[in-house]
């Protein structure tokens, strides 16, 4: 019995270090922040307001029109919107392969800031009838 509870109160001192840690950081309380990205790179997870964060993700362009665009993201296939933002590339056509940094415009809307072509749209192919030579 008294064995148990030298575990149990061992591990319960184990649990509140970590969480003491875990609130003040590895750098301690008024260390530099614990976020692996670079100062000013995005994807600031540590940012308190949601539309100054920034994120970057590749995918394919479904859809493009006037300042709008949906692509679907390489990592799960899901189409997001973006509005486009006056820094961002207007010229892109449905089929490139793209990279968006975009910012959050409320619960659902995002808005590119910076639009980079990683590949050109691939020309369609034609139908083996119309490659075969007339007679």
């Not at 539309?51 to 300042?67: A, I, L, M, N, W």
């Amino acid at each position: 019995m008294k064995r148990n509870q030298v575990l149990w109160l061992a591990a319960a001192a184990f649990g509140v270090a970590v969480l003491s840690s875990a609130e003040t950081g590895p750098n301690g309380a008024n260390g530099p922040s614990p976020n692996p990205n670079a100062a000013g790179a995005g994807n600031d997870a540590f940012v308190s307001d949601a539309s100054q964060r920034t994120f970057t993700v590749t995918g394919t362009v479904v859809r493009e029109s006037k300042g709008q665009m949906i692509v679907r993201i390489d990592d799960h296939g899901h189409h997001i919107p973006f509005m486009l933002g006056a820094g961002a590339e207007k010229d892109v056509r449905a089929g490139s392969h793209v990279s968006v940094t975009y910012h959050p415009t409320g619960a659902t809307g995002q808005t590119a800031d910076q639009v980079q072509v990683l590949e050109a749209p691939r020309p369609a192919h034609r139908h083996a009838a119309e490659k075969a030579p007339r007679p």
